[in-house]
């Protein structure tokens, strides 16, 4: 069975400074990873998805990594800001099922 | 192009009531989904629909029904609602899986339902 995990639950930074996201799983026969957002009381906003065969990702200050042999992604955020406030998620897509992560909640001071 | 609209926003019921939560895409997706969010536990997949008539339960279906009504609409239906389905309800959609092009599809969110069930 799947399991994701990501560390940090929570992440509090001073805004400019460069950050890094953890995302972990179990089971490396996937397809894909999928970063996304969640603010507040709203649904999951696709940030970045990387295929299997892929290493990394770029969406302008985002950079999403992946490693498939140690079951691990990381999703960089550069030069953070105020509006990058919010819940990460990954997710990892096997087959017919996607799982995923309880999310890193960061907050950026201003 | 709206992607995902979900209705209602906010619900209440009371214990035994039944509802239904409408989803609606129009980015013709072949698979549609529903999850779940609880505070601690991430999205669970309640059921899902590959393709337009078909429908699969995912890890927690029980107190669950779903209609494929066509390829942009797909229901989730409380029949006597219980306190343990108050949650956030979210519709997803993304290219088939069936396909091996479509492995790559990204998932597509509405903005959740909140449901509270006293």
């Known amino acids: 069975k799947q399991e994701v995990t990501q560390i940090p639950a929570a992440l509090s930074v001073p805004e400019g400074e460069n950050l890094v996201l953890n995302c972990s799983f179990t089971d490396s026969a996937i397809y894909n990873l999928q970063w996304f957002r969640q603010d507040p009381g709203k649904g999951l906003t696709s940030l970045l998805l990387?295929?299997?065969?892929?290493r990394e990702q770029t969406s302008g200050r985002l950079n999403a990594s992946l490693d498939k042999s140690s079951g691990r992604s990381t999703l960089y955020i550069a030069a953070s800001q105020p509006g990058d406030s919010a819940t990460y998620l990954c997710a990892v897509k096997g087959y017919q099922k996607v799982t995923f992560g309880t999310g890193t909640k960061l907050q950026v001071i201003p | 192009n709206a992607g995902v609209t979900q209705t209602p926003k906010f619900q209440v019921l009371k214990t035994g009531q039944s509802m239904t939560l409408q989803c609606a895409q129009d980015?013709?997706?072949?698979?549609m989904y529903w999850y779940r969010q609880d505070p601690g536990m991430g999205l669970r997949l309640i059921y899902y629909s590959a393709s337009e008539g078909t429908t699969d339960k995912g890890e927690v279906p029980n107190g669950y029904n779903v209609s494929r009504l066509n390829k942009r609409e797909f229901s989730l239906r409380l029949e006597s609602a219980a306190p343990s389905q108050t949650s956030v309800y979210f519709c997803?959609?993304?290219?088939?899986?069936?396909?091996?092009?479509?492995?790559?599809?990204?998932?597509?969110f509405g903005n959740g339902t909140r449901l509270t069930v006293t």
């Open positions: 980015m013709n997706h072949n698979s």
């Open positions: 997803a959609s993304s290219d088939a899986l069936g396909r091996l092009s479509s492995y790559n599809s990204p998932l597509h």
């Open positions: 990387i295929q299997s065969s892929q």
